[in-house]
Nanobody, 121 residues
Framework: QAQLVESGGGLVQAGGSLRLSCAAS????????MGWFRQAPGKEREFVAA????????YYGNFAKGRFTISRDNAKNTVYLQMNNLEPEDTAVYYC??????????????WGQGTQVTVSS
């Protein structure tokens, strides 16, 4: 089971950008589909984005399309989430996930501890 550590969250003004990183341990990283989910206070967890094991296919939640970009570097065992044009509604804890099924947005069993993203208006 992969161990995941997120970083890159913080406080940003509306319209700004952040890049989240998720570093994974283990030699099998490159075999995993990877993804990001988020959870805002009082709301259910929602799918943000996913990327196939080889980086060839990406998936996005509707709110993320055109603003967020997921990528991965298998040599560094790291997946990234570039977030542009952030809105206050993007405020949430963002979680990295390994082993998800992108077509159904079903998360895998490995989660990071989460990183807080706060967007001020």
């Amino acid at each position: 089971q992969a161990q995941l550590v997120e970083s890159g969250g913080g406080l940003v003004q509306a319209g700004g950008s952040l890049r989240l990183s998720c570093a994974a341990s283990g030699r099998t990283f490159r075999s995993y589909n990877m993804g990001w989910f988020r959870q805002a206070p009082g709301k259910e967890r929602e799918f943000v984005a996913a990327i196939s094991w080889n980086g060839g296919t990406t998936y996005y939640g509707n709110f993320a399309k055109g603003r967020f970009t997921i990528s991965r570097d298998n040599a560094k065992n790291t997946v990234y989430l570039q977030m542009n044009n952030l809105e206050p509604e993007d405020t949430a804890v963002y979680y990295c996930n390994a082993g998800l099924a992108p077509a159904t947005m079903t998360p895998g069993s490995s989660w990071g501890q989460g990183t807080q993203v706060t967007v001020s208006s």
